[in-house]
């Protein structure tokens, strides 16, 4: 639904842009495709531009970047955007396809589910989830609908997507990992549902204290995570008893202050100059959610034999 979604905008905020160059000021089709391109490229550096102004607004103490630190981390952040949101989300069948669990032999790790955060769907772990194959994982995926939906609803799906992909699998429990709302999703799930099926939990760009940003953003969800609300308040108690990292960015563009990334009884790990959305493409992420789950199996298999 959210692929349909996005392309129908694409095609229509294109459709506006042509409209005004042809007949607004009898551009010829050339200039008109090029001038099209330009007004899709420049409404995301101004969203860019906004939330990163906003971030600065309520901002927290952070590390200093430097202007040629700072650059690369906008750039970053904006081909993260684009990248995103009119390539892979739009057109996830091109992309993501079925996902490829198998039954696992004895002493296989165990399976990866990621859950995807606000307004995106499961084809935004692309590119983390090919790092994750590549390293010799078994990744399952799920998409969270209604988009603006009550995260309390999107428990249910999780934890039928939790057994199917134990069935399949034939393993025990899973690890899951959760970007930006997803952490939000898997937390309500463990604290709803305990941690029989769940073995660690990594979170990426969490609010976990919530987000100035989701003051202005549609939805019930949003409004979840607003700072102070009391359905993250509840969250949080009682906190479930999980072997849990947070990856999260002092420089992050959408969770502000900052700071609300960090979770109270979980290890935190902070990873400097990165965009929020840029989290799913960053080598520095993958090789912080590969150390994550290496440690996480392996002390589940030695709790297993213990």
């Known amino acids: ?82 990248l995103s949101f009119i390539v892979i989300l739009p057109f996830e069948r091109w992309w993501m396809g079925t996902d490829r669990l198998r039954a696992g032999a004895p002493g296989r790790r165990l399976p990866v589910l990621l859950v995807h955060g606000y307004f995106c769907s499961r084809a935004a772990w692309w590119w983390l989830r090919r790092r994750l194959e590549a390293a010799g994982w078994t990744v399952a995926t799920i998409s969270l609908e209604p988009i603006h939906g009550n995260i309390e609803d999107y428990v249910a799906p999780l934890a039928g997507r939790i057994d199917a992909v134990l069935a399949e699998t034939g393993a025990e429990r899973v690890l899951l990992a959760g970007h930006s709302m997803g952490g939000l999703v898997a937390r309500a799930y463990l604290q709803r549902c305990g941690n029989a099926r769940a073995a660690g939990l990594v979170t990426l760009g969490t609010p976990h204290q919530g987000s100035q940003l989701a003051s202005i953003g549609p939805g019930k969800n949003a409004r979840q995570m607003r700072p102070g609300n009391l359905w993250l308040q509840n969250l949080a108690n009682p906190a479930a008893v999980l072997d849990t990292l947070a990856i999260y960015s002092p420089h992050d563009n959408f969770v502000m202050p900052q700071s609300n990334s960090q979770l109270s009884g979980a290890a935190n790990y902070p990873i400097n100059g990165l965009g929020h959305l840029a989290m799913l493409y960053s080598p520095r992420v993958a090789q912080a959610l590969l150390s994550a789950f290496d440690r996480m199996d392996t002390r589940s298999r030695h709790a297993h034999r213990v």
Do not use: D
């Open 1 to 82: 639904m959210l692929a349909r979604a996005l392309r129908l905008t694409l095609i229509i905020e294109v459709a506006l842009y042509v409209a005004i160059a042809r007949y607004g000021f009898a551009a010829s089709p050339s200039a008109t495709a090029w001038l099209a391109l330009a007004g899709v490229l420049s409404l995301r550096a101004v969203l860019i531009t906004l939330t990163y102004g906003y971030a600065w607004a309520y901002r927290s103490p952070a590390p200093h970047l430097s202007m040629r630190q700072t650059l690369p981390m906008v750039l970053g952040e904006y081909a993260a955007m684009l």
